[in-house]
């Protein structure tokens, strides 16, 4: 499968995220990759071990010369977020990814292409076998479950690495380097609904909202883009008058990803139904209208529900009310901007999965900020404010930012290379989304750090891609840099 990808160039590189398309890797299920990467690495004769929680460090010795070299960590998480089209039926379990090629990008057909970050987990397997560079002491650190937790960094072993500078290899932007991420926090919060049954002239209707692009939930957070859960539920209060009360909902699949998909099944007067379908068709142009150029297929459809009133319950009108209510003031988007680093979100939030199901509610937001303290701040907006209906909100998977060092000599080393290999200086930036570095740097606090990557476009959504072209420059950069190191040179 995808044999295609071995005509592509640089050739290691491809070879490898070829293994990666045809091996699921969704998070928690990463171990058959884990241990066909272990056996890669006994083939090759490198030594490989794991740390307590089950990350993978496969080590090759330096080069004759360069073994007091400090040594360089390539680090990369195995496993890749799991979105496909509701047409396009995928087990991401067992199947392969079925990539192509288009103008210069690739793709993968109806689903997430797991670029992000297969391709920088198939750079550092790369440069684990390249001959043609002098090296010191290479670590390539593969972690687990980052797109669902970052559990993996989060129970990454002390005192287990031996490296200097760590190379996180998952960005996105060509001709960009990053020195500085943002924190985060998931939140999540639960409750029992109390339910009743139909009244005799209800009727039961499904009300989708669906054709958003969707997206990263912090990387695209800013891009104002359409989030189901938000609009749907917005769609709900404006039905609010006709007495509807909820009897299911399920909006979005993961809180790292924009939703770009949601389903209420509600109960509703008989009578009322010319007046939902005229409501809901006024919403669906006035959606189209506010995400012009930015979410145009956006979709508000009405259509018969699978069950009958006869054989389901509802919940109460007082507990619909009040869960609209609370869903429609929850934080979403762009909290605050940074005044430090202009131009760059600082704290945000993407309200990512929310279900009703038998009066059992549950959400799953993921906020974000720069400063710790924001984060566990609109946290606590969560908790108070569905509080209010009695909902129990805890707050998990806490992880620190990752402080940016303007002055590293790694960074130096990395921006003299880049006009070197590139011909132009690369941009130093601060993103405002996950990386694994301000994690693994609080545990290993002596590391330098850098994180670059090839250009990845629609992440966490089956719109991603990657441009070709700026593989071969990722790769050509990151060969001379593991070099250039070794070479013991000035940064």
């Known amino acids: 499968m995808n044999d295609h990808l071995l005509q592509l160039s640089p050739e290691p590189v491809w070879r ?11 998070s928690g299920h990463e171990a058959k990759l884990v241990e066909i990467l272990e056996r890669w690495a006994d083939d090759n004769g490198l030594t490989h071990d794991r740390d307590s929680y089950g990350n993978l460090r496969i080590r090759r010795a330096a080069s004759p010369g360069c073994e007091s070299v400090p040594g360089v960590i390539l680090q ?3 496993d890749m977020v799991t979105q496909a089209n509701s047409d396009h039926p995928h087990d991401f379990l067992n ?33 684990l076998e390249a001959d043609d560079i002098d090296h010191g002491p290479i670590e ?10 970052l559990q993996g960094a989060l129970s990454l072993d002390e005192g287990w690495l031996e490296g200097r500078y760590l190379l996180n290899l998952d960005s996105e932007d060509r001709g960009e380097v990053y020195i500085g991420c943002a924190g985060g926090a998931d939140v999540v919060v639960d409750a029992d609904l109390p339910m009743r049954g139909c009244d005799e002239e209800e009727v039961m209707r499904k009300i989708s909202l669906t054709g958003l692009v969707g997206g990263h939930s912090g990387a695209d957070i800013h891009k104002e883009r359409g989030n189901a859960n938000q609009l749907l539920v917005r769609a709900l209060r404006g039905l609010s008058d006709l007495e509807i009360r909820l009897v299911d909902y399920h909006g979005g699949t993961l809180r790292n990803a924009l939703p770009r998909e949601a389903f209420a099944t509600i109960v509703v007067d008989e009578h009322h139904l010319p007046a939902m379908e005229e409501t809901l068709t006024t919403l669906q142009a006035l959606y189209r209208e506010e995400l012009a150029g930015v979410d145009d ?36 988007g762009v909290d605050r901007m940074s005044v430090e680093v202009p131009g760059v979100v600082e704290t945000s939030n993407n309200l990512g999965v929310v279900s009703l199901e038998n009066g059992r509610f549950h959400l799953c937001a993921l906020v974000r900020s720069l400063r710790d303290s924001a984060t566990l701040n609109l946290a606590d907006r969560f908790t108070a404010l569905f509080g209010l209906i009695g ?4 707050v998990e998977n806490v992880y620190p930012g990752w402080t940016p060092s303007a002055d590293s000599t790694l960074l130096t080393r990395f921006r003299r290379l880049h006009r070197e290999e590139l011909g132009e200086d690369p941009a130093v930036k601060v993103i405002h989304a996950g990386l694994e570095c301000g994690i693994i740097g609080g545990k290993y606090p002596q590391l330098e750090m850098i994180s670059f990557g090839p250009v990845i476009r629609g992440a966490h959504s089956p719109t991603e891609r990657t441009e070709l072209s700026s593989v071969e ?14 070479s013991g040179k000035a940064a």
């Open 16 to 26: 490898h995220f070829r293994t990666l398309c045809n091996t699921p890797r969704s």
């Open 76 to 78: 990369g998480h195995l």
């Open 95 to 127: 199947d392969p990814l079925d990539t192509y090629v288009e103008d210069g990008w690739l793709h993968a057909r109806g689903t997430t292409l797991g670029a992000d970050n297969g391709l920088g987990v198939a750079a550092a397997l790369a440069i």
């Open 140 to 149: 390539a650190l593969f972690t687990l479950e980052e797109e669902t937790s």
């Open 297 to 332: 297929g956006v979709t508000l459809s009405l259509s018969p529900a699978a069950t009958s009133c006869e054989e389901a319950e509802a919940l109460t009108d007082t507990a619909t009310q009040l869960l609209v209510a609370a869903l429609h003031a929850a934080p979403h």
């Open 391 to 394: 909902a129990q909100t805890r």
């Open 473 to 486: 420059e990722f790769w050509k950069v990151l060969k001379a840099l593991v070099a250039d190191i070794a």
